[in-house]
């Protein structure tokens, strides 16, 4: 059975150093994601997505930066994690998504901040928050296949504080320059000589630590003076003159911008003198860039168009390109992209995105990406016939585990819910018969609470929950549903009667459902009290859910959300499962338990929604998931308590009781569980003594058929919806991201054949949920989506025939 990825969703971690864009050749941009190094291009013209995610470190990736090779054959990738190692990873051959790691370095005692290259040069240097800064040395041959490291220095900082932050410099033909800052307000430059940096200037002027260094040339020649750009939590951004010679440069007229104001006193323009081997450089302070309203998180150089230009991205939600006025010299901001401060809204979940973390350019200087706290990049493109900068399709993921994932009943779009307090709404985009790529088109729920799991009621409505102790029930909004229908061809009911989208209230935590006005329409009537006035962010334009693509992330927290229809309560504890009946009549529940008084089932109608009691007692902790069978006759519920329970439907149609149970079905607590599409009742459960294990009832007993062992914990377990050939297939996941895939004979249940996923395409971490896709009936190429703890929602494909 040949299984591939067809996609991954994941976000990108919360940290300046923790992504690059490659200008070697392979075009792609790598960045941390949890445990991960996930890669994309962000220029393919498919919008594939993510191609592809490195597992290897055992914490979260904080600096992620490319080698420069110098070499459109070999792609060198540097990562550094809070598990206190650098990784060395190497793609050859234009296989450029095939890194493997070759060197695994343990220099620091404390986790890694910071990565710093120099194009030309062999030498990097990295920073930790163990107080030190490393120098080394990449000893390779010309091909890279051989690569070693060579430690050449350390440079202790601590007691006096902690690098965050690190630039690399060529200052004339034999020295290196050396900028280091961290958690004070300076900037320590050490310049070179033979392999050793020494501390040669201390520049001051920042009143806030300092989050972003970069040194570039000031043109392309490369005799002109070097410019250091520094960014910092005080909001302004200073760059630096390198200046060759016993003299010093003209004074920069920067200084005499009126816009500086009372400013211009605290702007000390003192020459700082370094010395290398060969000749002597002074150090002015060259400009003061204002315009952030908010710590600037990134500074990057980088010569487009024949000047010189600087990108900066702040906590105040925006991204801003600065540029030198060629008469004056007073460096402004050509462009400012992202999100003005009044659109921000009125919560933290629909409101601010939280600043936006990363910017980083393109190869070309034609486009630039940005990482915001929601885990989703945001890519602008600049075209010279209009003159602008426009947004384009980018990437979206969860930030936390990913705790549930089921698709919706007829297996047009799938549903992932999150510890990052989210639920998010996967799709096809589709564009013509061969191309297609998968994208996120909804954000049905953005909460206040972790969300532990999800389930599809019908077409257009799901029921999920959360730590909060109740469960919510969602409704799709007619915005969501005709984009659906126009994007990927997911046929919807009549849409007439649906609300047009939905919000979420000042301070409330429920999805109201609102109606879109016309782009002319008054908002409001003009005559309410002041003391009444409309918020803005219960307003939406019919506009903003006309759709030719699928959305960019400022809609996707915005105009995307569902609104919510019921709420299910009666749990005393966090909810820790949900299911529903296969004909969408009964929601089955459970909690976080450690008595039988709370590890009990409540079952809901989904018509009146209304609880139907008594509550189903039999389990003594937590119940750890549920499933109907295929007929609805059963309903199978597991625990830690290691005991499986079979409740049968009885006469009175909605209520079950209890026929069958095995207090101890696995010798450790059972984790998961799944029917089988046999005809012959015939059910899985999974636990945490390594085993899946197959049952079947005949003749008013239930016999174990069958035992499939693991490597870990099991801890999730599924089955497809279809008898293949006389074949049962279905997939679990480990505790260690495992997944494997299992087939076995109906008349063979004991000679079970497991498939073990590649490496390369599974999971870093647990494995939580694991979904079949229903709906493809005709098909043997069957699709499973798979919800890990490593924050990543994926989709992978495999033959059945």
């Not at 204002?290 to 991204?319: C, F, M, P, V």
Request: net charge negative; with cysteine.
């Amino acid at each position: 059975m040949n299984i591939s990825s067809e996609f991954i969703s994941i976000g990108g971690n919360r940290n300046p150093a923790a992504a690059d864009w490659d200008e070697n050749g392979s075009g792609l941009l790598a960045f941390g994601a949890d445990n991960c190094i996930a890669l994309w291009d962000p220029q393919d013209e498919h919008f594939r997505g993510v191609h592809t995610a490195l597992n290897g470190h055992t914490k979260t990736v904080n600096a992620v930066k490319f080698f420069p090779t110098i070499s459109t054959h070999v792609s060198v990738l540097l990562s550094g994690a809070a598990d206190n190692t650098v990784r060395i990873w190497r793609a050859q051959d234009d296989k450029s998504s095939t890194y493997a790691c070759v060197r695994t370095i343990s220099g620091h005692n404390n986790p890694i901040t910071k990565i710093a290259t120099l194009p030309g040069s062999n030498v990097f240097a990295t920073g930790s928050s163990d107080g030190s800064v490393k120098i080394w040395k990449l000893v390779h041959d010309d091909t890279f296949t051989s690569i070693d490291v060579e430690l050449l220095q350390t440079i202790v900082l601590k007691p006096k504080y902690f690098p965050l932050i690190l630039a690399l410099g060529q200052l004339d033909a034999g020295s290196m320059v050396l900028a280091i800052t961290g958690t004070r307000p300076t900037i320590q430059i050490f310049v070179s000589r033979d392999t050793q940096f020494e501390l040669s200037a201390t520049l001051t002027g920042h009143e806030g630590w300092i989050r972003a260094l970069d040194f570039s040339r000031e043109s392309s020649d490369p005799s002109s003076d070097l410019l250091l750009a520094s960014a910092s939590q005080d909001k302004y951004i200073r760059l630096w003159r390198f200046h060759q010679g016993n003299e010093l440069p003209v004074a920069s007229s920067a200084l005499n911008d009126p816009a500086l104001g009372g400013l211009v006193k605290s702007l000390s323009n003192k020459a700082h003198w370094i010395e290398s081997a060969t000749s002597k450089h002074s150090i002015t302070f060259e400009a003061l860039l204002l315009g952030h309203e908010d710590w600037i998180y990134t500074a990057s150089w980088r010569h487009r168009d024949g000047k010189l230009q600087l990108l900066s991205t702040s906590e105040d939600n925006s991204l801003s390109i600065w540029e030198s006025d060629p008469t004056s010299g007073v460096w402004v901001c050509i462009t400012r992209l992202g999100e003005i401060s009044a659109q921000k809204g009125s919560t933290s979940a629909t409101g601010s995105a939280g600043g936006f973390w990363i910017g980083l350019w393109s190869p070309d200087g034609n486009s630039v990406v940005s990482l915001g706290r929601t885990g989703s990049w945001r890519k602008w493109t600049y075209s010279a016939v209009t003159d602008m900068w426009a947004q384009q399709v980018a990437i979206t993921g969860h930030v936390r585990e990913v705790k549930g994932v089921t698709w919706s009943r007829d297996g047009a779009y799938l549903l992932s819910t999150s510890q990052d307090q989210t639920t998010r709404l996967f799709s096809e985009w589709k564009r013509d018969r061969t191309t297609s790529s998968w994208h996120e088109f909804s954000r049905p729920q953005i909460h206040g609470y972790d969300l532990n799991c999800v389930d599809a009621i019908s077409e257009s409505q799901f029921v999920s929950g959360a730590d909060e102790k109740l469960l919510r029930v969602f409704d799709e909004p007619k915005g969501v549903a005709e984009m659906l229908s126009k994007l990927c061809n997911i046929q919807t009911k009549d849409t007439t009667d649906l609300p047009d989208a939905a919000n979420i209230p000042v301070l409330g935590l429920s999805n109201k459902a609102i109606q879109a006005v016309g782009d002319d329409e008054p908002v409001g009537d003009g005559e309410e009290d002041e003391r009444e006035a409309v918020d803005p962010a219960s307003i939406i334009k019919k506009s903003a859910l006309v759709f030719s693509h699928p959305p960019f992330e400022d809609h996707l927290a915005r105009h995307l959300l569902w609104p919510e229809t019921e709420k299910l309560y009666g749990h005393g504890y966090e909810i820790s499962t949900v299911a529903v009946s296969r004909d969408g009549t009964l929601v089955a529940t459970a909690c976080r338990a450690s008595s039988i008084d709370h590890a009990v089932i409540r079952l809901y109608d989904t018509k009146e929604w209304l609880e139907l009691k008594p509550a189903l007692k039999a389990h003594s902790l937590t119940v750890t998931a549920l499933q109907f069978s295929p007929n609805d006759k059963y309903l199978l519920s597991v625990g830690r308590d290691r005991q499986w329970v079979i409740w049968e439907r009885s006469e009175e149609p909605s209520l079950y009781i209890q026929k069958y149970s095995n207090p101890k079905g696995h010798s450790r607590m059972i984790l998961n569980c799944a029917w089988t599409p046999l005809a012959q009742p015939t059910f899985l459960t999974a636990g945490r003594d390594k085993s899946v294990k197959i049952w079947q009832i005949t003749n008013d007993d239930v016999q174990l058929k069958g035992i499939v062992t693991a490597n870990a914990s099991v801890t999730a377990v599924a089955s497809s919806e279809r008898v293949f050939d006389g074949t049962i297939w279905f997939a679990f996941g480990t505790e260690t991201g495992e997944v494997g895939i299992v087939s076995a004979r109906a008349n063979g249940l004991d000679k079970a054949e497991v498939i073990m996923v590649s490496a390369d395409i599974s999971p870093a971490k647990t494995i939580n949920q694991i979904a079949w896709r229903p709906g493809r009936d005709e098909e043997k190429r069957q699709q499973i989506a798979v919800a890990t703890d490593d924050s990543s929602t994926r989709t992978d494909y495999g033959n059945v025939a």
